[in-house]
């Protein structure tokens, strides 16, 4: 399980070393910047403001600048390869005569986006490629919607993760909106070894690859998976769902959904990832090794939520 990994043997082998992503040279004094061009060999970059309420210009500094400075520090004194996360989110629709979105596909412009995250990961990625087009060895890794170990032990906190927010409070007001969006949903444990397998493979390098579940669900499966642990599960229109999560909040009860209140509209699209995307890198990538994807099933859903059913 990728929780409670902490082991003493890793304390010798850990250098944190605290900085800003908005900031030129991470913060850093140069001396310190130099340092570290000096040292490391490799860059896993993960870094981001996650927040789907900000525009762009608020979030340019850290996303986009951020990962400007992460190229900088790849190619300064010594070309150190650059594995780079990104989102799914940075594509909006399919491209003509495809009926997926392939991994050799790059993002078109942020204008066609509509929340200043995705814009960020965009422009961000668009500074990968340009990167690697210059010869620094760069390979990028897109996630889509991550299932991960988020609930506390009262099944009340949570990371900022729509759709785990979305399931915790359908459990917690016992209606699901009917939707007919289909469902992608990657074990976070499936993702970190993909992307340590991968990015250890020769054959990985300036390669993009789309780190997902190949296991495509419907919401009607997965309503059908959640209603096993949660029998008195009702599903409603999305109409009425977000009436009474509405009324749940104006009664001033507590939603997991708040930060994302602003993406739910009755008249708008339903804010799930409704695009097919190939894995054929990443599946070809894992070929004869132990990295599989489960199915999403309720079992599987009991493991990495284990409170959240008793939470009524």
């Given at each position: 399980k990728a929780v409670r990994l902490w082991q003493s043997a890793f304390q010798d082998r850990i250098v944190p070393v605290c900085g800003d992503l908005s900031k030129p040279q991470f913060g850093l004094t140069a001396a310190d910047f130099e340092r570290l061009a000096a040292q490391i060999d490799v860059i896993y970059h993960n870094g981001a403001w996650v927040?789907?309420?900000?525009?762009?210009?608020?979030?340019?500094?850290?996303?986009?600048?951020?990962?400007?400075?992460?190229?900088?520090?790849?190619?300064?004194?010594?070309?150190?390869?650059?594995?780079?996360?990104?989102?799914?989110?940075?594509?909006?629709?399919?491209?003509?005569?495809?009926?997926?979105?392939?991994?050799?596909?790059?993002?078109?412009?942020?204008?066609?986006?509509?929340?200043?995250?995705?814009?960020?990961?965009?422009?961000?990625?668009?500074?990968?490629?340009?990167?690697?087009?210059?010869?620094?060895?760069?390979?990028?890794?897109?996630?889509?919607?991550?299932?991960?170990?988020?609930?506390?032990?009262?099944?009340?906190?949570?990371?900022?993760?729509?759709?785990?927010?979305?399931?915790?409070?359908?459990?917690?007001?016992?209606?699901?909106?009917?939707?007919?969006?289909i469902v992608n949903l990657t074990p976070i444990d499936y993702i970190g070894k993909t992307i340590a397998y991968l990015s250890m493979q020769p054959s990985g390098v300036n390669k993009n690859f789309h780190v997902i579940n190949p296991h495509y669900l419907t919401w009607d499966t997965l309503f059908t998976e959640l209603a096993k642990l949660s029998p008195t599960l009702q599903k409603v229109s999305y109409a009425e769902w977000l009436n009474q999560l509405n009324q749940h909040t104006a009664g001033g009860n507590a939603i997991a959904l708040n930060p994302f209140l602003s993406l739910l509209d009755v008249s708008a699209d339903f804010p799930l990832e409704n695009l097919y995307f190939d894995c054929h890198n990443t599946q070809q990538g894992l070929t004869d090794t132990s990295v599989h994807a489960p199915v999403i099933d309720a079992d599987l859903l009991k493991e990495y939520w284990p409170n959240l059913f008793k939470v009524v």
């Open positions: 927040n789907f309420i900000y525009n762009y210009a608020s979030l340019k500094s850290t996303n986009v600048l951020g990962t400007q400075e992460v190229l900088r520090l790849a190619g300064y004194l010594k070309l150190k390869p650059v594995h780079y996360v990104s989102t799914l989110s940075i594509f909006s629709e399919l491209p003509e005569n495809q009926t997926a979105i392939l991994e050799t596909d790059l993002p078109g412009t942020m204008l066609n986006l509509i929340n200043g995250y995705d814009q960020t990961k965009c422009v961000a990625e668009h500074l990968i490629n340009t990167a690697k087009s210059r010869g620094l060895p760069v390979s990028i890794y897109r996630l889509g919607t991550v299932l991960s170990y988020d609930f506390d032990d009262n099944a009340t906190s949570l990371s900022p993760n729509f759709f785990q927010s979305l399931i915790q409070d359908c459990i917690r007001l016992q209606r699901v909106p009917d939707l007919e969006q």
